[in-house]
């Protein structure tokens, strides 16, 4: 065992294979790019095939072999089971699997886990059935929990090798240029698949919208691609915006938004041309109308706004409040059809959102960011993947990396939730250190982290209440109590890796 | 010595190095994408530097090392110049270039060269002085003559590794975002220097137009430079039109075109959805005036055109006959503005134009190519590098590469130049082989490839004037007579490669 510096222990052998965690920027080294293989595509060869299993055959696909997939479907993909059915009924077995995220819809995975096809598995998270069955310990080896940009970094320095990458295409031409803006199943922007396309080994793209070649705009180009399938349909719409809640009327969600909008504008950050990304829930999406409204009224426009893009984004686009958009995921239809439509609206993958081993990403130029949690302590360590009850359920996201990266870190949180305390003396399981954490928001109030004496001194006069992170854990443990610990097993189920690939927490069957 | 497909003695040492021409596509093998060194930028980094000095210094440029420029700049280009100097100021020496090309603004290599600051050359062409000099035979090592695919392949393959790039960027952040259709020096398409930009261990960017960031559209990503300097001037607007000529009125030039676009519009090819790319002298663009007035007749519109792109191209986008022009290369300035404002003008990079190893290049999907040639033998081989002297004064281009892989291929020349026969019995330099060329068209009319018994079938009652290109030879001897042969010396002055890596030529001292 060796402890890292958010006091984890880390068994030995996660150690050697990882190394842990010291600190945000101890292990940016030089490295050499990964390498893929190439079979060049000559001019008469055809990329089409007529079918998944014919792909899967074609690329060669073996037992023990790194398969990948992308999360733009959320909670409408088709994809992952499509092409994981088909693997099974082949026979082929001790894959693993390095989707960009693992959805809910995603439940069949259980029985190919229990079959042996799938023994491997990284991804930014686990949500609902899968979660609880890897809490539960139905892998023999632990899933690794991946940030977006560990996952970039973890693909551009090798430590996943994609042999191949099965790509759900909302528009796909016959040499497989690839967007995410046209098409039956759009989903905007294509980001974490660019990265698997440029690296995996083999790349099958496959669509329900094919169009006439060449398929412009291209977010993966032909020459990324080589193998094409048309199915009936590779995702339902519904399902990709599904959880990118409106505006919401939660009272206390609505105080915390307009705290965390006070913080924002008040800081030293907001001038012309600052830049901020928030995220989909709905305390975060009131923060981007009380931003709106603040810009408005004092004149000031932000250069950029990052991130998962929804409509309420896009709207501050269209009304000349925010410059440019850069946009690696969206989580609606309009942010889709906003991208294909406006030039300032652009693309990113995700490398350059968040790889904190590339030539810079774009978070490395971000002033703040508004991030949830599901449990902060009182380092303001931030727990964004297991419940209260230890069990797998949420997502690493961009966490890690945003909050690491921006000038200032907003974390905003209920108190409570149900009868649970969110600000809590040590978060289960750790995937943001505190250190990477300028502000907490609460309904009751902010605490600042006392590692940020210039936002201690700056914001002295804020008229937000302000506290300790102490004494907003003591507020909350006074209302419901301290938390019922949790009756951990022995076996580790998930490594959290941090976003340079040492290990920060892993997470023990429940 | 061993000799080739196309006939040609290659000696030993480089039939080791790098293999003889067999085929066209005789070794388009499978292999490993090159590897570049990432030296990581961390959050609160910063790449702007003050001085190209400067930059030369950080990079840790050595004695040995290879830098690269790209040649977008054309006439106009400052770049090269301005750090080869500063280069030589520091006294580092025995460098390798590796500029996409030189041009005739170069003539200052001559000096570095001499003085031993650079000894070893790949580039697409040699202009006027630095061409007369190599061929003179100033340099020790031969310079290797890569087409544009065939640079591409050479990058991504590992044949050429790119220490440090240094490359002109029309307008770029602090950051390094860069684009070439904004700024005060606006080229258009950046596809040559994209593909440096991805591969070279460290890129700094030298620009004139530093934006506010983020600076879209994006051509080179942030996540692949390493410093940003500014300069006064990184070219001159003018010199990048120079040699893109207007429409011709020479009768014989628009003989050569009306017969080019009678072949096109005959052929199997002509249908809605077709595709073509045209080059930039007097015949090519006026074939692109001809092909417009069928197109209108015929009520036909092509997909998409390619290449170099010119005015006549963006017109018949803007005029709704072309569907997209995809660029790897804009040779004016209504290119590149076109570039910035139409969704349908598409840039991309070399490898996506024309490498021989990459998934498939756009080239594969191209239906007919007019190309022009210094020589053309009855073999159909083509040189478009040495002159009737024997002097190195043209480029490779894009030639081998859009002419092995289109559908059809017309290289279009005069019978006669001066008092030179352009149709000849042996070229003085093969670059693109007799088997790639489909059809050759000249004022008096065309010889098609006896190779080609299909079109021969089909164009049989073409109303142009056919002979074979024996007979053209002879119809241009008769009227000039053969040609004087040239005396080279015994030293190999530069290798012509193809565009798969093999030597298809070389060429000696004169």
Known sequence: ?????????????????????????????????????????????????????????????????????????????????????EIAKMGIKNLSIAPSSIANVHEPLIGHIKKGVVTHITSSGLRDKVGAAISEGIMENPVVIRSHGGRARAIVRGDIHIDVAFLGAPSSDEYGNVNG????????????????????????????????????????????????????????????????????????????????????????????????????????????????????????????????????????????????????????HPSAISLAKNANHYEIDAIMYASPLSKGSVINQLDTAILSALEIDTDFNVNVITGSDGIIRGASGGHSDTSAACKMCLVISPLIRGRIPTIVDTVNTVVTPGSSV??????????????????????????VPQFTIKQLKDIAYSIVGAPDPIEYGDKVVALIEYRDGTIIDVVKNV
Not at 25 to 54: F, G, Q, T, W
Not at 190 to 217: E, F, H, Q, R
Not at 244 to 267: C, D, G, M, Q, W
Not at 453 to 462: N, Q
């Open 1 to 85: 065992m060796a402890i890292n510096k958010v006091g984890k222990d880390i068994p030995d052998v996660f150690v050697q294979q990882y190394g842990i965690y010291e600190g945000e920027l101890a292990h940016i080294d030089d490295y050499k790019e990964a390498v893929r293989n190439i079979h060049p595509v000559k001019p008469r060869d055809k990329k089409m095939l007529n079918s998944i299993r014919e792909a899967i055959e074609k690329t060669g696909l073996k037992d023990g072999m790194t398969i990948s997939f992308h999360h733009h479907f959320r909670e409408g993909d088709f994809v992952i089971n499509m092409v994981m059915d």
């Open 181 to 332: 803006s046209a098409g039956r199943t759009t989903c905007g922007s294509l980001g974490y698949a660019m990265v698997d396309a440029k690296y995996a080994d083999k790349v099958v793209v496959i669509t329900d919208s094919l169009m006439p070649y060449p398929n412009t705009p291209i977010s993966i180009p032909q020459t990324d691609v080589d193998y094409v399938v048309v199915v009936d349909a590779i995702g339902d719409p519904a399902g990709i915006a599904k959880g990118a809640t409106r505006f919401t009327k939660n009272p206390k969600e609505l105080l915390i938004a307009e705290y965390a909008s006070k913080v924002i504008t008040n800081s030293p950050y907001y001038k012309e041309g600052f830049s901020f990304q928030t995220g989909t829930g709905g305390a975060s999406l009131a923060v981007s109308r009380f931003l709106k409204d603040a810009m408005i009224e004092d004149g000031i426009k932000a250069s950029f706004a990052l991130g998962g893009i929804t409509n309420a984004m896009v709207e501050l686009l269209e009304e000349g409040l925010v410059g440019k958009i850069m946009d690696v995921q969206g989580f609606d």
């Open 438 to 463: 300028d502000v907490v928001v609460t309904e009751v109030g902010i605490a600042i982290n006392p590692e940020r004496k210039d936002l201690i001194e700056h914001f002295r006069m804020l008229d």
